[in-house]
């Protein structure tokens, strides 16, 4: 079985019945386009009138595919990760894409990219010109493949992460002690410098370290 985002007009969800899908649950949250699948397809398409981030899915699907919108990729991305599937397929804009895949040290790489690299095994396997779709966005797009290393990440240290990457090209120490209202809701320095001391990799920039010294850091300060 198969997961569809945002299944539109069907135009996709034709081509995935064509190309052997056994069925299809198509997530669509506009009411009008929910009633055009459930007119267009009768067989093999389950159609749920629902917003993709407040979907419960009861099952494991075999693939996830959807074209993301661009405000939206980061919260699709999170409801994902809480999501049993074999391998997700998406379209979405070059930018985010090339943030997943970013290695560490690299201008691109931050938050998500430690996010889906700690969550998932990221692969692009396209570029997609703008000049594909119609009517033509501003952006060019990819393509890009998500498996599930099994990892699940808390709310408490996906805080701390965050926090730790809204000062990533300083040391993990300035950070820590820039981000103590974050991380620990004080104001006092003194008391943030004394813990950012004994933290592994303190003299380390942000931004070069892997997903997993992150991890580590992150471990230690929530």
């Known amino acids: 079985s198969e997961a569809k985002i945002g299944a539109g ?11 052997g899908a056994g069925h299809i649950t198509a997530v669509e949250v506009d009411p009008k386009l929910a009633k055009l699948l459930r007119t267009t397809f009768y067989r093999r398409v389950t159609v749920v009138e629902q917003d993709i981030l407040e979907y419960e ?9 959807g074209n993301l919108p ?17 391998r997700a397929i998406l379209c979405m804009q ?14 691109n790489y931050g938050r998500l990219s430690v996010f889906a690299q700690l969550c998932f095994r990221v692969e692009m396997l396209a570029l997609v010109e703008k000049s594909a779709f119609d009517p033509q966005p501003h952006v060019d797009s990819c393509i890009i ?16 992460i965050g926090a730790l990457f809204s000062h990533k090209k300083k040391s993990v120490k300035n950070a820590v ?5 974050s991380l620990f809701g004080s104001h006092d320095k003194h008391s943030a410098e004394a813990v950012a001391q004994t933290l592994k990799y303190s003299g380390r920039k942000v931004f070069s370290l892997s997903p997993l010294e992150v991890l580590e850091i992150a471990g230690q300060l929530v």
């Open 9 to 19: 007009d069907g135009r996709l969800t034709k081509r995935l019945l064509s190309a």
């Open 57 to 65: 899915p009861k099952k494991r699907f075999n693939c996830v595919v």
């Open 70 to 86: 661009y405000y939206i990729t980061s919260p699709i991305l999170l409801k994902l990760a809480e999501m049993d599937f074999g």
């Open 94 to 107: 070059k930018e985010v894409g090339e943030r997943l895949v970013a290695p560490p040290g690299s201008h």
């Open 145 to 160: 493949s998500l498996v599930k290393t099994g990892f699940s990440l808390d709310r408490g240290t996906e805080q701390v």
């Open 177 to 181: 002690v820039d981000a103590r209202h």
